[in-house]
Structure formats: C-alpha cells, structure tokens
C-alpha cells in the first residue's frame, strides 16, 4: 500500500493550491480517504474525508466552504482543492487510508501560505 501525496507549495493568502494523493497497492474504490495536516509545532489534525460508499464529504470546520475533496477511482486518486487560502494553512498535508489493522500515510506535502 502506498500514498503518494503532492501539489504543495508557496501561495499568497487568498490563492488556490489542488493537492493529490496518488494510491496503489489496493483497491481505491473500497476505502475511505482522508486528508491531514500538521502544522509547527501542534498536533496533526484531519482535515477532510471522502467516503468511499456515496462520495459523501466531511470537513473539518475552519476549512468548509474553502475546501473541496474528490477522488478518481479510475485515476486511483484522490484530490483536495484548497482555495482562499490563509496562513493558519500553513503546515504539511497528509492523506491517510485505514484499511483493516493497519493505518498508511503518504510522505507529506508542504503547503507554505505567506506573503
């Protein structure tokens, strides 16, 4: 199993960056996919999540209504478009599957919000 995640960078608060998260090693379609991020210095923190029965979406609250999670079954990857960007975004994002004993993470990527 593997998450390969990416899209991070530098944006001005205000902008938009679209994050993936590229999975092999088992069936997309079957799970659920989150996304995570921890910023320095605290805890990681989930973000947002895509069921894998109806697409059905979950956001944490300080990013409703910015955020926007998908996934292409076909493409076994799952996005997060972030838009309106703020600097308390600022940290390392992660996507994250839990398949039955055992819960994998991608490497992280970094998305830097500043002026």
């Known amino acids: 199993v593997q998450l390969q995640a990416s899209g991070g960078g530098l944006v001005q608060p205000g902008g938009s960056l679209r994050l993936s998260c590229a999975a092999s090693?088992?069936?997309?379609?079957?799970?659920?996919i989150g996304w995570f991020r921890q910023a320095p210095g605290k805890e990681r923190e989930g973000v947002s999540c895509i069921s894998s029965i109806d697409g059905s979406t979950y956001y944490k609250k300080p990013v409703k209504g910015r955020f926007a999670i998908s996934r292409d079954n076909a493409k076994k990857t799952v996005y997060l478009q972030m838009n309106s960007l703020r600097a308390e975004d600022t940290a390392v994002y992660y996507c994250?599957?839990?398949?039955?004993?055992?819960?994998?993470w991608g490497q992280g990527t970094l998305v830097t919000v500043s002026s």
């Open positions: 090693g088992f069936t997309l379609d079957d799970y659920a």
């Open positions: 994250n599957v839990e398949i039955p004993g055992y819960s994998y």
